[in-house]
């Protein structure tokens, strides 16, 4: 009689089975609805304690945009030199961090060479599937807390880098997004 069992081996993980591993990315449409649901939760649930108190979401949102945002740059430059100046730095945004969330960089980027920096987005990827019944204005408010991320990514990411910040977006038309950046000045 045939035995019909097959026998397997233990093996054990080293540091060599794990380089024989593909890389695991998670889906581009999985993330886009990830972050649309993050988005949608934190702003039923921080209404549903605070009394619809639209700073309350900005704070947790951009709060958890700032550690994801960190985290980024500490994974992306760990083999890079170190940036020469400022705005390096915010060209290593415009192009290698807004490539690695958006798959493309950013359209415009301007500067008045005083320390505020303004990027442009002509079509920010999470507002693509973006829609609303009177559209204009409305759209543009029901948006707002979906920058808010964004925002907290880029400050995150800058602050890794040795660049204290304060940034804020606007959107008027969607789905063109603006980010403003302002350097804080250290004393």
Not at 123 to 144: C, E, H, N, P, Q
Request: glycine share 4%.
């Amino acid at each position: 009689m045939a035995n019909n069992y097959h026998n397997e081996t233990s093996t054990t993980t080293t540091d060599a089975n794990l380089d024989l591993v593909p890389n695991k990315f998670v889906s581009e449409t999985c993330m886009d609805l990830f972050l649309i649901e993050m988005v949608d939760t934190i702003c039923r649930t921080t209404t549903a304690e605070t009394d619809n108190d639209s700073d309350a979401i900005f704070y947790k949102l951009e709060t958890l945009g700032y550690s994801v945002g960190q985290r980024l740059v500490e994974r992306f430059t760990k083999d890079r030199p170190r940036f020469v100046d400022t705005l390096d730095v915010v060209k290593f945004i415009c192009k290698d961090l807004w490539t690695i969330m958006f798959k493309k960089q950013i359209d415009n980027l301007k500067t008045n060479h005083r320390g505020v920096y303004v990027l442009q987005d002509n079509g920010f990827r999470w507002f693509m599937r973006m829609s609303t019944d009177v559209g204009g204005s409305d759209s543009a408010k029901k948006a707002m807390p979906y920058v808010w991320f964004p925002c907290g990514i880029i400050r995150g990411a800058l602050a890794s880098l040795g660049v204290p910040t304060v940034v804020v977006a606007e959107t008027s038309n969607l789905p063109q997004c603006t980010f403003q950046i302002k350097i804080v000045k250290q004393q």
